[in-house]
């Protein structure tokens, strides 16, 4: 009887054809936003499948937290640093520098909203989340293109996801102007992305995650009473799952997703197309 897992080794391949599918293994993946969160969920995955993974936010004592999580699970190294700034994204790709010749995947997830009445909406409230949510992917993603190229090869194309949003393609009721606009334009901005890159072999994907539980929707389900309001407002009917996060992630990261690039895909149990 075979091991299982020779089970399904295609003639003249040395691994499985799943592994070949779907595999991440010591691919080199940089999270943005990784302590918490939606991040810390896609990074779980990517480490659980084997992957190095370095994850980043402000937060010194966050990272350390979030990196003990992870390696107990297989590699993970995280980088404290800020990112709204374009010197803080080319501190944090100097860092990686440091480390790694070639970067496989990027995720740009971290991200921030803001949420005020329509005639009370703030310039503050602009440039915040647009130089987190716009401007840092765009600068992140320049300043590790030589890690992202090195990587590259016809058949193993790098990858960079951008994390976008359901309110970035649908209007909802959060009163989040400035958000909508980034979310919508980091969507645009990755479809210009994927054109510029293709030649570099390097795929650019958006992830619209719908709702997820995290500190970012906290005001949401405060109260049972309102987690239970909320959900039941969902057409699953549940909030996302680390498995239906990282699952999209890992997807995008590997053979099985190649030959999608430039799209948003939708990671919302059916909110934007049926809710
Ligand atoms: N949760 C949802 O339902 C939902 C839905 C649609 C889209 N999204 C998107 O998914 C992404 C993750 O959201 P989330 O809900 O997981 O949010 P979250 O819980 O607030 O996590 C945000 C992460 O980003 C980091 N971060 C914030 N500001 C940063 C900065 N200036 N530099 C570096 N890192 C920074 C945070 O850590 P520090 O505080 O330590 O910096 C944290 O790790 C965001 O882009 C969000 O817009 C979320």
Redesign the pocket.
Known sequence: MLAKSQRCTLPGMSTTFYEHLFGVRDKVVLV?????????MIAEGLVRCGARVYI????ED??RDAEAQLSKLGVCVAIP????TIA?CQELARTLQASEDKLHVLVN?????WSLDIDEFTEKAWDRVMD??VKSPFFLTQALLPQLRAAATPDQRSSIIN?????GLKPGGLRNYS?VAA?AGLGQLTAQMARDLMDDHINVNAI??????????APLYATEEMEAQVRESFPMKRW?SMEDASGLTIFLSSRAGSYLTGVTLPCDGGATTIG
């Open positions: 943005t936003g990784g302590t918490r969160g939606i991040g810390l980043s936010s402000r937060k966050a990272c640093c800020d990112i709204s803080g997830n971290a991200g921030l909203t987190l949510d994390v976008t949003s359901v309110n958000y979310k619209a995650p719908g709702p997820f539980k995290s500190k970012m929707t996302g």
